[in-house]
């Protein structure tokens, strides 16, 4: 018995397609692997607090059989753990991915201290399609003390908000003389 190397599920030695994934096992003559036989995986030689400045890592390790995991400062992979983590699971002060864990988290469901996402949960800030936070939300849906939604608004951070955009959103054109 061996692992698949795609779906890490027991298999018999001599099998050709794996039956639980599908994938095709023995590369015939003029076939190539490429890099989706195992996965791929980088890590930089520069290294900061004994880790990686970057690691990218996805699919199966051959030797563990189990899915690679990204760590380092910048981490980019399935799962990633970093400084900066990129990926389907990202966790770290700045995690992206589509569930992201982190200080400051984006993704389609964040969780952080200030969060972005579809949903978006946060200790601070949370915004996002459904936003959820003991202080701050903006979101299709928001629950906050200080929410402002479509559910409700809080007029007080409303006018904080307007007072921020003021400042820091786009200009008016320049305006165009009256006919």
Not at 3 to 16: G, R, S
Not at 86 to 112: M, Q
Not at 150 to 166: G, H
Request: with cysteine; charged share 15%; glycine share 14%.
């Amino acid at each position: 018995m061996k692992k698949c190397p795609f779906c890490a599920e027991m298999i018999e030695e001599e099998t050709v397609q794996c039956p639980y994934c599908s994938e095709k096992l023995i590369i015939e003559e003029g076939e190539s692997a490429g890099a989706d036989m195992w996965g791929y995986e980088y890590k930089s030689k520069k290294r900061w607090f004994g880790l990686p400045l970057v690691h990218i890592a996805r699919g199966i390790d051959p030797q563990t059989g189990h899915s690679r995991k990204a760590k380092g400062i910048i981490a980019i992979g399935n799962t990633a753990i970093g400084v900066i983590a990129i990926g389907g699971k990202a966790f770290g002060i700045i995690p992206i991915g589509g569930f992201s864990a982190g200080l400051l988290a984006f993704g389609g469901v964040s969780l952080g201290v200030v969060s972005f996402g579809v949903l978006a949960l946060a200790a601070f800030l949370a915004i996002g399609g459904i936003a959820a936070s003991p202080f701050y939300a903006i979101g299709a849906l928001a629950f906050a003390r200080n929410p402002i939604g479509f559910n409700q608004v809080d007029q007080w951070f409303l006018r904080q908000v307007e007072k921020v955009w003021t400042v820091i959103g786009p200009r008016d054109p320049v305006p165009t003389p009256k006919q």
